[in-house]
């Protein structure tokens, strides 16, 4: 990898180190007018640990294109440095920071490269830059408490579907053998054994292929834009997952309105902005329908209450902060609130699940046990 303005000038660079140029091309990949990333990606972590040093550099007073130079000697991944050099290269053709961002946006999502753009244009992109670091370690600390918590019970699902299927395949025909040469009727819940057992072993390979496709069929339906409408519109009706879904929706709006307007850009673009942030499509289109009603000059929180898809924390908070011109600090402080509620939910979930799961194991196991013991106590009546 070389860095040059051109093709031709990097060309020449190599012919001048005495190699012999076979091809050469772009570090970035066009399609469809955006480039991608590489195949592998980059991790949130390096992206804010990224854009936080990128922050610092640039407070120091270092020109962009030498400080996306120092991070890309700095950094150790190949991915990331293959970004850097990207943008680095478009910003030496003349283009903005942000534009350059704007060619990698499955690493850089909009929230991103909006944010960079309002900094340039404000002259403040030192600030930004720390504020949108501030706001992806935070993200990634909540990311990865969320992952740490649902290891323990993922790992209690995987140990208890390996021992019940060792104990259906390996262990329970062995045991078995032994009743059915005795010629005595068997137990209910023996025979139900059985069966399962002689199921899993003749039918266990196609029945694993079974659900591998089921899972891919489901995915490739939901990546659908009807199906997956469809699945968001009932997850908001239902009594304790549509709560749900709506806090963590409004805390994603919020921090991510919050994020944008502290950074200088319009409402009704953060607005449009944000609702990309949105994972629910449904809550997606109420935002984007909120911001044409913005545009047409209705109040934000009328805007967001006409859908009824937004809690009403969120609502009041915002019509405060309207009110009192402190909109930002409002939505800072909604967005806490339901990640705090989000926490809280997934920590009694996770509180009852575990044992839950531990009893559920046992019941299962004691089940096969007692599957196999009373023929034993019958074959001893017997005797």
């Not at 002259?123 to 370690?137: F, G, I, K, S």
């Not at 408490?145 to 290891?151: E, K, M, N, T, V």
């Not at 591998?212 to 009594?239: K, T």
């Not at 609702?275 to 047409?296: F, K, L, M, T, W």
Request: glycine content about 10%; overall charge positive; aromatic content about 4%.
């Amino acid at each position: 990898m070389i860095q040059g303005d051109s093709a031709r000038q990097a060309r020449q660079l190599l012919r001048d180190s005495g190699l012999t140029v076979v091809d050469c091309a772009e570090v970035r990949r066009t399609g469809a007018g955006r480039a991608r990333g590489p195949l592998f990606g980059v991790g949130a972590g390096e992206v804010a640990m990224f854009t936080r040093l990128l922050a610092t550099l640039t407070r120091s007073g270092l020109p962009i294109d030498d400080a996306l130079l120092a991070l890309s000697e700095q950094t150790d991944s190949r991915a990331m440095k293959r970004i850097i050099h990207g943008v680095r290269g478009r910003v030496l053709e003349g283009h903005s920071l942000a534009e350059g961002f704007e060619l990698y946006g499955r690493t850089f999502p909009a929230l991103f490269t909006a944010t960079v753009a309002a900094g340039e244009q404000t002259r403040h992109l030192p600030l930004v830059l720390e504020r949108l670091a501030d706001y992806l370690e935070e993200q990634e600390q909540i990311n990865g408490r969320l992952r740490l918590a649902f290891i323990y019970p993922a790992i209690l699902i995987a140990t208890a579907l390996l021992v019940v299927g060792g104990l259906l395949v390996y262990v329970v025909p062995g045991i078995v053998k032994v009743f059915v040469n005795v010629g005595h009727e068997l137990p209910l819940l023996t025979r139900i054994l059985i069966a399962a057992s002689d199921f899993l072993v003749a039918w266990g390979g196609l029945l694993a292929l079974a659900l591998v496709a089921l899972a891919l069929g489901l995915r490739w339906l939901l990546a659908r834009p009807g199906p997956r409408r469809w699945l968001d519109a009932r997850l908001l009706e239902l009594p304790l997952l549509g709560k749900l879904t709506r806090a963590g929706n409004a805390a994603r709006l919020t921090r991510t309105l919050a994020i944008l307007l502290e950074s200088g850009v319009p409402l009704v673009e953060a607005l449009r902005i944000a609702a990309r942030a949105v994972g629910n499509s449904v809550v997606r289109e109420a935002i984007s329908e909120a911001a044409v009603r913005v545009q047409e000059g209705t109040a934000l929180h009328r805007a967001l209450g006409v859908s009824r898809r937004f809690p009403p924390l969120t609502v009041h908070l915002i019509a405060s902060g309207e009110a009192g011109g402190r909109l930002e600090s409002m939505l800072d402080t909604a967005a806490r609130a339901h990640e705090r509620e989000v926490q809280g939910f997934v920590a009694t979930f996770l509180a009852i699940i575990e044992p839950a799961l531990i009893l559920s194991m046992g019941a299962v196991v004691l089940l096969i046990v007692l599957a196999i013991l009373l023929p034993i106590f019958e074959l001893n009546q017997m005797v």
